[in-house]
């Protein structure tokens, strides 16, 4: 072997020697502070519905009803609350004082609701109003409702329209807006 080959196979031995007798391993830690602020937050997912007179009854015997279901999510602050409230945003009257109208009904003819929500629901029967947002759930502090990303709470508005012979006949929309609120 020649002297050059000699010499470049000792200085790529003493290289790798030296690689390993200095090529020590270390390991070191850190630590991070992960900050969170949970903030209070809602949201309500509703279904739409159609008001029918109740079957058998015919010749007036009952009123229009009808039941919209919604589901919501709810995180209310340690120290304040929330609501679900409903507002007719759009009205079935077509313009004549005898149609179905919830901002100026015909006599004795208003939109009424009764609630279903689990122990938060509004109390007894409430007229449902084109001027205000009514009650539908109100919520104390601290609130949550159920527990998990995908799992909702739900609740019911069950709609009563009487059946006054004094309205032409005809279909009717009305537009009932749901809003959730928290502090």
């Known amino acids: 072997m020649n002297i050059s080959k000699k010499i470049s196979l000792f200085t790529m031995v003493a290289a790798l020697s030296a690689v390993h007798a200095f090529g020590q391993t270390s390991t070191q830690t850190g630590t991070s502070t992960l900050s969170l602020t949970v903030a209070p937050e809602s949201a309500v997912t509703v279904q ?28 209310t602050a340690v120290a304040a609350g929330g609501s679900i409230t409903a507002k007719i945003t759009t009205d079935f009257s077509d313009g004549t004082n005898s149609s179905p109208s919830v901002a100026t009904p015909p006599t004795g003819d208003a939109l009424t609701y009764t609630c279903s929500v689990a122990s938060v629901g509004c109390a007894g029967t409430i007229t449902a109003s084109a001027a205000t947002a009514t009650n539908v759930a109100t919520f104390g502090s601290n609130t949550h409702s159920a527990q998990g990303a995908g799992a909702t709470s739900s609740g019911s508005v069950t709609w009563s329209l009487p059946n006054d012979p004094i309205y032409p006949a005809g279909s009717y929309t009305a537009v009932a807006t749901f809003t959730i609120s928290t502090t």
């Open 48 to 75: 739409n519905v159609s008001l029918t007179e109740a079957s058998g009854a015919g010749n007036f015997g009952s009123p229009y009803t009808g039941t919209t279901n919604f589901t919501y999510k709810i995180r």
